[in-house]
């Protein structure tokens, strides 16, 4: 029975996304968004569930003492940061007791993880984690310079929540990003050595397609490389992709049967 | 009540404000006045007019076709371009507000608490009661017809009617905001009435509605599809079943000079059953499955199915061997995809084959996840795999968690992860988009040994060039059947293969088809013709 309902729920959900496909009525269109709203509702649960496996992986990591286990705390105060600024704001321009507050809930936090990490005198992180919870708690019910906002979205345009996202959050990614530059050039050094054949030729076909951003070539030169390095694109490269993306669309169609059908489970453990 | 005109009148006079931006035109100088310019003939009309209901769609759509008018090449009075315009019934001129009214209820709900939406709400009813007074402009260009919902009556709002309900706007937005929001509501309610009466109203042609522009064609076109939204509270809603009227006007460089076109109608807009743009796709779906159902039957009375063996998928084993000769841990990455997405999807079956011989070898198994679905789905697949492996005491819940789902951050942390634990093998399988070559040169650097596994097009070649193995496309699906080595799987592989080969020889077909001027060659192609 646990393996046939979901056997039967796929087979039905998926005969209906192959039926939708072909009837544009507005009903079929209708039960389709319905469902796909589902996809959000069990994203958003599952979101729960993704928070709280960071937090005991984490939590866990401290308590084994693993490798860089410190950092563990940067990603705690930084998961509860965040939630807390998103959900808070000031009144006005003061600032009042907000990131006293704001310090005692992460302390509250790295005690808590501390008292769960440690084998022995627990109690001490645990009173401190209390101690910080009572400041915290005080501080909302007595502080009016801020407010939680759990219906609407002036947490998210908050001093605080703006200043993490814009100018911690974003160069950080973006300093990620960036190293795709070094990446490229190390693995394009890798790919280009001329070790055999095939090798060298597109050692040769990298070289025109690049040679054609030069820009000090000449018109007649420029243009030749150009011309050459548009066939290159258009001609080998893309008929190539074609040849991939034909047999990538025949094994979506294939896998999608496979699963409608019930001869891949893989998704439900059993393969 | 005259509170709810109020702000239907604020809105209206915004609306009437930003259109009179738009359309007047600029102050120019006043030597032109003096030159004198030739009056311009108006072009010839176009004609054969004819509007029919858009085909293959969910309806809310009309589509209208014409022949050009003769004026459309020469002369001074040559067409510029066409305007299309639907006849509105009074009732379709108030629907325009609801979006309005719509996003003004979110913004006052907002300005409950943080009240600055809410003072600029009522600094804009106290300028437009200011406007009014003072015998600005903003009336005049006011012509709003409400419809009520106790009668299907409409008129013309007058001046004291107007002035009175901004000043019970003001009062009332002055102190009794918590009413507002439910009082949008009342006034929303009143429009979704009139909605219901919408096709009565239509049947009034020509009597109590205007002529609308609904869109623009330039010159050259000689059709125009007339799309309408369908959400009943939406100012370009077109309700499927009710007569549409519909006229074309040619203008030419100079708007003011310009035919109409007869009237065409009524017509009416309605989805259709059956989508047939997409017959081909129909029957590929067909034969496709009937191909595959065939060759799973063939697989299961035991005939012998040969594939090609994929180095990548062969590596498997020895990765996971070597990971537990050298003691280290493998890293599994499912990409950045849904659980939705097919590619995921395989990778499912992969890990579980990972899984079953990680549990068999007791070897470390690490899975970091972007999408908490994927994280949940991955958790099952583990653990089931750690199930049939006979050892489900080995499994741990931190054998699979989720990370993050932004994309560098995700990169961060799994790159974080090859350089802490420095795992033996890093196994790629999903949809990767640009942190593909970011995991693959770290895992390099770190000295694992590598198999990738994507659908993505553009990163197939940075994991040929970053890693030791590259599943290519299609590959990934095929990769659970051949792990498995089950005949049923195989039997779907073959009947890819099948349709790859009829995929080849219609390609060639249609190669010479294309090239041919034979009526049946054109036809040919027309059946594969996929339209919408």
């Known amino acids: ?84 600024f998103g959900f808070t704001a000031r009144h006005g321009d003061e600032w009042g007791w907000y990131l006293i507050f704001v310090a005692c809930v992460l302390l509250t936090v790295i005690m808590s993880v501390q008292a769960m990490a440690a084998r022995i005198n627990k109690g001490l992180p645990l009173g401190l984690a209390g101690l910080f919870l009572l400041g915290a708690v005080l501080i909302a019910v007595f502080d009016d310079t801020w ?42 050094y890798r790919a280009f050595r001329a070790r055999n054949l095939l090798a060298s030729l597109l050692l040769i076909a990298a ?33 190539a992709q074609r040849a991939i993306i034909i047999g990538v669309g025949l094994g979506i169609v294939a896998t999608a049967l496979k699963v409608i059908l019930g001869i891949e489970r893989g998704y439900m453990g059993k393969g | 009540m005259r509170f709810l005109f109020g702000l239907t009148v604020i809105l209206a006079l915004l609306l009437g404000a930003s259109v009179s931006a738009q359309t007047e035109p600029p102050v120019t100088d006043s030597v032109a006045d003096s030159v004198e310019v030739p009056a311009i003939p108006p072009p010839a009309p176009v004609t054969d007019l004819k509007a029919l209901d858009t085909d293959d769609d969910h309806g809310h759509s009309v589509t209208l076709t014409w022949t050009k008018s003769v004026d459309a090449q020469t002369g001074q009075n ?72 106790q009668d299907d009556s409409t008129f013309v709002l007058d001046r004291a009617f107007v002035e009175q309900a901004l000043r019970d706007t003001v009062a009332t937005m002055t102190t009794h905001l918590p009413l ?83 009237i065409v109608g009524p017509v009416q807009s309605e989805g259709q059953w059956f989508n047939g743009g997409r017959f081909p796709v129909f029957w590929a779906v067909i034969i496709f499955g009937f ?79 972007y999408d908490p679905i994927v994280m949940s789905v991955a958790q099952e697949v583990v653990k089931s795999s750690y199930l049939d492996a006979g050892r489900p005491d080995d499994y741990k819940e931190n054998t699979v968690f989720f990370v993050t789902n932004l994309q560098f951050a995700y990169v961060a942390a799994v790159n974080g992860i090859m350089l802490r634990e ?60 051949y792990l498995g080595r089950e005949p049923i799987l195989l039997g779907s592989l073959k009947a890819q293969d099948w349709a790859k080969a009829a995929v080849i020889v219609l390609g060639i077909v249609g190669l010479v088809a294309a090239n041919l001027e034979w009526g049946f060659a054109k036809t040919f192609l027309e059946y594969f013709h996929v339209t919408n």
Not at chain 1, 10 to 32: A, K, R
Not at chain 1, 155 to 174: E, H, K, N, V, W
Not at chain 2, 93 to 120: C, P, Y
Request: with cysteine; glycine share 8%; hydrophobic share 50%.
């Open chain 1, 1 to 84: 029975m646990k393996r046939q309902v979901p056997l039967v729920l796929v087979l039905l959900f998926g005969l209906f996304m192959i039926f939708q496909y072909f009837v544009p009525h507005e009903s079929s269109e209708w039960v389709y968004e319905f469902l796909l709203d589902w996809i959000y509702i069990i994203g958003i649960f599952a979101l729960a569930l993704g928070i709280w496996s960071l937090y005991v992986v984490s939590v866990d990591k401290v308590k084994t003492r693993k490798h860089d286990w410190g950092y563990s705390y940067v990603t705690l105060a930084g998961l509860f940061g965040m939630i807390l």
């Open chain 1, 147 to 188: 407010s939680f906002y759990f219906y609407t979205q002036e947490g998210l345009q908050s001093t605080m929540f703006r200043a993490f996202f814009d100018y911690i959050m974003m160069p950080i990614l973006a300093t990620i990003f960036s190293l795709l530059a070094f990446f490229i050039a190390s693995a394009a």
């Open chain 1, 207 to 239: 070289l025109i397609v690049m040679m054609r951003f030069f820009p000090y070539f000449g018109e007649n030169v420029g243009e030749f490389i150009a011309r050459v390095s548009s066939w290159l694109m258009n001609v080998p490269n893309l008929a």
């Open chain 2, 78 to 149: 040559t067409v510029n371009g066409h305007q299309i315009f639907r006849w509105y019934p009074a009732m379709m001129d108030s629907l325009a507000g609801v979006d309005s009214l719509k996003n003004m209820r979110q913004d006052i709900q907002r300005a409950q608490s943080a009240n600055s939406v809410f003072r600029r709400a009522l600094g804009v009813a106290e300028d437009a009661l200011e406007d009014l007074t003072s015998g600005g402009r903003g009336f005049d260009a006011l012509r709003f017809t409400v419809a009520t919902p």
């Open chain 2, 180 to 262: 507002l929001p439910d009082s949008i509501k009342g006034l929303q309610a009143s429009f979704e009435a009139a909605i219901e009466r919408l096709t009565e109203a239509h049947q009034a042609y020509p009597e109590g509605g205007s002529w609308n522009l609904v869109g623009l064609a330039a010159k050259g076109d000689t059709s125009f599809v007339n799309s309408g939204n369908k959400d009943p509270m939406s100012g370009d809603f077109i309700k499927d079943f009710t007569d549409l009227y519909y006229r074309v006007d040619v203008v030419t460089i100079d708007e003011t000079i310009r035919t109409e076109s007869a």
């Open chain 2, 291 to 369: 191909l595959t159902m065939y060759f799973v039957s063939r697989a299961r009375k035991g005939d012998d199915l040969y594939v090609r063996p994929l180095a990548g998928i062969e590596a498997v084993d020895d990765a996971i061997g070597r990971a537990t000769e050298m003691g280290r841990p493998i890293l599994y990455v499912l990409g950045l995809g849904t659980a939705a997405d097919v590619a995921t999807i395989a990778s499912f079956t992969v890990l579980g084959r990972v899984a079953k011989q990680v549990a068999e070898y007791q070897t470390e198994l690490i899975v970091p996840t």
């Open chain 2, 422 to 481: 420095l795992p033996a093998t890093n196994i790629y399988m999903g949809k990767f988009f640009a942190e593909s070559l970011l995991l693959a040169e770290t895992g390099a650097l770190a000295g694992s040994i590598q198999i990738a596994g994507t659908d993505e097009i553009a990163q197939i070649p940075f994991f040929i060039v970053a890693c030791d193995y590259t599943l290519i496309g299609e590959e990934l699906y095929a990769a659970s059947a």
